[in-house]
């Protein structure tokens, strides 16, 4: 067994071990691999494992690992800020956007959307810390947007995101997540039809999964320290 296939391995064990925990199934926790920075080869040796679900956060390394890679089955999610001048390739190329933040890029990726493609699925990026070097929207302007979002045609609003401050105590990582959940539970009390919440990543993924996490996106535990590659 491969490095990233016995990494994957661990991973999933403590999904389970979480899912367990939380008195949750473990079928309602997806994992996203986080492989921005690493080469195609060591998402096809994580797809050889079993991985579908792949993030990537740069376009241009994401574009050329997409045609290096086009032999295999992979659904690609765009985990990163998105610039007004990039939403075009990533409405088109990619399957998940995570990171939508403003009403402008979330109207953008609805237009660009090419019509012989099932919609775009994203999530509302949130700042649950209130850090001012954190993307996302403020919590108490979350509902507004999301309802904006879930009007446009060519995309999909599935949930929310969100990046908390790094916390070492699992009691405050769980308060963290917690605005995020509470949040999705006050959209679907207003009639909003969300079923995601795409938060969790190697240091406290199992405080997401107690708190509601369906998506979770791992990169260093499965391929190691971030790396420079192909920008």
Known sequence: MGAIASAM???RARIAGACRDAGRPQAEV???????????????EAWAAGQRHFGESYLQEALAKM????????EWHF?????ANKTRPIAEHFHWVHAVDRLRIAERLSDQ??????PLRVCVQVNVSGEPSKHGVAPDEVLELAAAVAGLPGIR???FMAIPAPEARVDRQRAQFRVLADLLRAARA????LDTLSMGMSDDMEAAILEGATII????????????WGR
């Open 79 to 83: 985990i990163g800020p998105i610039q």
């Open 67 to 74: 045609a290096e890679l086009a032999d295999l089955d992979i």
């Open 157 to 159: 609003l599935r949930g």
């Open 30 to 44: 997806s994992l996203l691999a986080v492989s921005k920075t690493f080469p195609a080869a060591a998402i096809r």
């Open 9 to 11: 391995q661990d991973v």
């Open 190 to 193: 207003r009639g909003l039809d």
């Open 217 to 228: 996106r791992i990169g260093t535990a499965i391929f190691g320290r971030r790396r420079t």
């Open 113 to 118: 959307r090419p019509p012989g493609l099932p």
